[in-house]
């Protein structure tokens, strides 16, 4: 079974700081996707990375995708307080059954 | 948007009812998971589907059961509900049920008082 490790589990930052989370994985990811959950609502796809080395950039965020494909990472540039929130890395596995999330990292972002 | 819309949003019932929760996945996606989340947990997998077949189980309760139906929408059907299944439920969707990405719906909220 895949396990995910995602670190740091708690960040508290001040406004245009930047910061970074990470997600490592007991064994080869096919993809990995980042969420974000704020309280009461849906997990919200931010990205998906699939290639080895590949590195995706969303605004202010970039995510990369390790080049052994066992690792990720989120970047954020200037952190904002509407970034604060849940931050999931998910991965669908390589055979039905459930999708592997890890931890989670509450961020939070003081105006 | 995700593309997954789950009905309804909130739902309030007594000890003792059912209740059935709906989703329609995104248009193209064959897989649908539904999830069970509590106050402050992490989302805990209960079943998924596949094209209307059965695929993989999670920790889910014999008082709860779920189809997908033909045209690739899913209920999930919970009975004999107690105060302990208050939680939000979460479907998702992806094309393929591995491997590949999946979209949240945005929960159903039930509160069993």
């Known amino acids: 079974t895949q396990l995910l490790e995602q670190s740091p589990q708690f960040l508290s930052i001040q406004e245009g700081e930047n910061l970074t989370v990470y997600c490592n994985s007991s064994s080869v990811f096919s993809s990995l996707q980042w969420d974000r959950q704020e309280p009461g609502e849906g997990p919200v796809l931010l990205v998906t990375v699939v290639t080895g080395g590949e590195v995706k950039k969303l605004k202010r965020l970039t995510f990369q995708f390790g080049d052994a494909r066992k690792d990720s990472s989120l970047h954020i540039t200037a952190a904002q307080p509407g970034d604060t929130g849940l931050y999931l890395c998910?991965?669908?596995?390589?055979?039905?059954?459930?999708?592997?999330f890890g931890q989670g990292t509450i961020l939070t972002v003081h105006p | 948007d995700s593309g997954v819309t789950q009905t309804p949003k909130h739902l309030i019932t007594a000890t003792g009812q059912r209740v059935t929760l709906r989703c329609s996945p995104r248009?193209?996606?064959?897989?649908v998971y539904w999830y069970q989340q509590s106050l402050d947990q992490g989302l805990q997998f209960l079943i998924q589907y596949y094209n209307g077949e059965e695929r993989a189980k999670g920790n889910i309760l014999e008082r709860f059961s779920a189809q997908q139906f033909p045209d690739l929408h899913s209920e999930l059907n919970l009975s004999s509900l107690e105060l302990g299944d208050s939680a939000l439920y979460f479907c998702?969707?992806?094309?393929?049920?591995?491997?590949?990405?999946?979209?949240f719906g945005q929960g159903t909220r039930l509160t069993v008082v």
């Open positions: 998910v991965s669908g596995g390589t055979s039905y059954g459930k999708l592997t």
């Open positions: 998702a969707s992806s094309v393929t049920g591995m491997g590949t990405e999946a979209f």
């Open positions: 248009s193209g996606d064959l897989s």
